[in-house]
């Protein structure tokens, strides 16, 4: 059977792209970051990132502010609500272009429809926290 050129460079640039997507959810998976947004105000909070949701976290009092699903495309991370205190719908989506150098995670809001949860990003850098040996 023979396959086409053109069929068989898009099987290869799907199969590439599907693999550097994998590979930048990975830097994700199972990490948290230290830093703050301002809920109103300026509040430390840790991102507690699981395998397909991401939890902010209250750094002194470990209350629970917001739960979302996340998915990584390139620089770029796609946050929607499952629960929490803000007011953003569930259908809302927040696009943030974000960069990681010497574990601090940059994160810059591209796109969001709910303007409480864009305002809440500040441009320090989150911290990346050490993983605890057991």
Not at 43 to 58: N, Y
Not at 85 to 106: G, V
Request: aromatic share 6%; with cysteine.
């Amino acid at each position: 059977m023979l396959v086409n050129r053109n069929a068989m460079k898009k099987i290869m640039v799907i199969a590439l792209l599907s693999m550097v997507c994998s590979l930048a959810k990975a830097q994700f998976t199972n990490t948290k970051w230290n830093g703050a947004l301002a809920v109103p105000d300026t509040t430390g909070v840790i991102l507690d990132f699981k395998k397909d949701l991401v939890t902010v976290i209250v750094d002194q009092s470990g209350e629970v502010l917001e739960t979302m699903s996340y998915t990584v495309h390139a620089d770029t991370l796609i946050f929607k609500k499952v629960s929490g205190q803000s007011p953003c719908s569930e259908t809302l989506l927040s696009k943030l272009r974000f960069s990681i150098a010497d574990n601090q995670l940059t994160i810059i809001p591209v796109s969001d429809d709910c303007q409480v949860r864009a305002d809440a990003w500040t441009k320090k850098p989150f911290v990346k926290v050490a993983e605890k040996a057991d």
